[in-house]
């Protein structure tokens, strides 16, 4: 292992959107200068987002510098000869305490050519939910633009988007071109392309209070980008089994697992390939590899570089449930 790299945690990023909730500090257990607190960027090389190391001797350092030295013994050899020294995974928290706008993603080729670096996919796993907490995913059926058009010129946008009962642990995936909305009251967290490309379509006619203006909305991509055949159905199943691992969501750009620790378990680095970024979402527990040793809780997010064999599991009393995230 090049000296200096050891599994890395950022400073976070914290974002006040006009929906913004409480539950990063009430569950989650982190700080802000305000009253409440909409995201919170964990790993982040969005442009004017980038995550700042703030433990170790890389404390201080960028994260797109620290991938500009080590390249492939950070990201993968897989990794590094698909995406270069360009970090494609954007890990963060959601809480809400309104509805997020309704909005889409576009893919990556509809993104490029309209002068952005990437499209978005992806994932949701719920940390926490309200007992009437729901979320969009998807039309109720396949609908034509036309009747789309029709649906949303006469208000009636709402009737023909598929409605999701939301309780903790669920997990959604979202592809580009799925229409969603997070809904209020719950707390999640997502993992995703490293890419801040947001279509909004409708947003509840709010007024953002800092300029006095609704925000921006972007019917016309929207439409250009949505998939008016999905209708598939929101949630994903996986299986949560004592200390085992379990796939989540498997997609073109990145895989997620469920690790359900109530014992020691030993983690192999596959390879090489990606690096892997673990993201505690229940108990607590230390991990331990090449001498690093350190305790995390429900809350934080670690990069594994991939130069990194093996990594080791200790759940603390009650065990613990950490997602493990590749790239692809």
Not at 215 to 237: G, I, K, W, Y
Not at 244 to 255: A, L, R
Not at 278 to 306: H, K
């Amino acid at each position: 292992m090049k000296p200096n790299l050891y599994p890395l945690t950022f400073t976070p990023i914290y974002k006040y959107p006009i929906w913004a909730g409480n539950k990063i500090r009430t569950v989650l257990g982190k700080d802000y200068p305000a009253a409440s607190c909409g995201e919170t960027w964990e790993i982040s090389t969005v442009r004017d987002n980038v995550s700042v190391v703030d433990k170790g001797e890389l404390s201080g350092r960028d994260l797109v510098g620290i991938i500009e030295e080590y390249g492939s013994l950070l990201l993968g050899s897989k990794v590094y000869e698909k995406y270069g020294t360009s970090f494609p995974l954007l890990i963060k928290f959601i809480s809400s305490a309104d509805d997020l706008s309704i909005q889409v993603h576009p893919d990556d080729d509809y993104a490029t050519s309209h002068g952005k670096e990437r499209g978005k996919a992806e994932m949701w796993y719920v940390i926490d939910a309200d007992e009437s907490s729901q979320l969009i995913s998807g039309f109720r059926e396949k609908i034509s633009r036309n009747q789309y058009l029709e649906a949303f010129s006469n208000g009636r946008l709402l009737d023909i988007l598929q409605r999701v009962d939301v309780e903790r642990g669920q997990c959604f995936y979202l592809p580009p071109g799925r229409v969603h909305s997070i809904g209020r009251g719950i707390l999640l967290l997502e993992i995703q392309q490293s890419s801040d490309v947001t279509y909004r379509i409708y947003d509840f006619d709010r007024v953002d209070a800092s300029t006095g203006k609704p925000r921006a909305l972007h019917v016309e991509q929207a439409l250009e980008t949505m998939n008016f055949d999905d209708d598939t159905p929101a949630t994903m199943s996986y299986k949560t089994i004592e200390n085992e691992i379990s796939t989540m969501v498997h997609c073109p750009f990145f895989s997620t697992d469920m690790i359900y620790a109530t014992s020691r378990m030993m983690i192999n680095n596959d390879g090489g390939e990606s690096f892997v970024v673990l993201s505690c979402v229940e108990g607590t527990y230390t991990l331990s590899c090449d001498g690093y040793s350190r305790d995390f809780v429900v809350g934080d997010c670690v990069l594994v570089p991939a130069c990194i064999d093996k990594i080791e599991i200790i759940p603390h009393e009650g065990g613990t449930k950490i997602l493990s995230s590749r790239s692809v």
